[in-house]
């Protein structure tokens, strides 16, 4: 079974700082995906940036870019120029299931992220 | 806005009810999943639909089923409801099943608080 590891329960970061989100996931697939969501307080869940393993580019959306290194079975989460509105709780998921005809994202525990002044 | 629609926003009920929960897909997407966020299991997969088809079974109690209609939207069924089933139940879509890049959109979430 496929598993995510989030080793920062809470990571502090001032604004304009650029902060790094850690992730490792074990799975003993060649393909798979990797995703990274956001849920602020509200509590819904946002989609920021996808890498699949295959990809040989890092992804990048906007301020968020997901340093991705395979054998080191890593795939970071990079936001630079933090904002007070990236305050929230941020996790890695690794999608299980590729090709298989079913699908499922398996989830680490998070990390919640505090922008200050 | 995810595209994904789940009503109702919250739930309040006691121990032993029962209660229904629906969702809508983004227009288009076939496939739904039902997840559970609670303090102490974290984020765990539910079930997936395809298109009105069960495809995969996570840690989904008995007392809990799921269907998908022809409109393709979904009910997630909980039943004899205990303190342990409080909970955010976020309900995802996906245009399909296979494929290299099948991003799941999530819904907004239901709150279920069970008293």
């Known amino acids: 079974a496929q598993k995510i590891t989030q080793t920062q329960p809470g990571m502090f970061v001032q604004e304009k700082e650029a902060v790094t989100l850690d992730c490792t996931y074990d799975t003993s697939d060649q393909s798979y995906g990797l995703f990274w969501y956001k849920q602020p307080s509200s509590g819904e869940m946002i989609f920021l940036i996808y890498q699949g393993s295959y990809d040989e580019q890092n992804a990048t959306e906007g301020r968020y870019s997901l340093n991705f290194q395979k054998a080191r079975k890593s795939a970071n989460l990079v936001i630079s120029a933090s904002q007070l509105g990236d305050s929230a709780m941020y996790f890695c998921a690794m999608r299980e299931g590729q090709g298989t005809g079913f699908q499922k994202l398996v989830f680490g525990t998070g990390t919640r992220l505090l922008v200050s002044p | 806005d995810s595209g994904v629609t789940q009503t109702p926003k919250h739930l309040i009920t006691a121990t032993g009810q029962r209660v229904t929960l629906r969702c809508s897909p983004r227009s288009g997407d076939l496939s739904v999943y039902w997840y559970q966020q609670s303090l102490d299991q974290g984020l765990q997969f539910l079930i997936h639909?395809?298109?009105?088809?069960?495809?995969a079974k996570g840690n989904i109690l008995e007392r809990f089923s799921a269907q998908q209609f022809p409109d393709l939207h979904s009910e997630l069924n909980l039943s004899s409801l205990e303190l342990g089933d409080s909970a955010l139940y976020f309900c995802?879509?996906?245009?399909?099943?296979?494929?290299?890049?099948?991003?799941?959109?999530f819904g907004p979430g239901t709150r279920l608080t069970v008293l």
């Open positions: 639909y395809y298109n009105g088809e069960e495809r």
């Open positions: 995802a879509s996906s245009v399909g099943v296979t494929g290299t890049y099948n991003e799941q959109f």
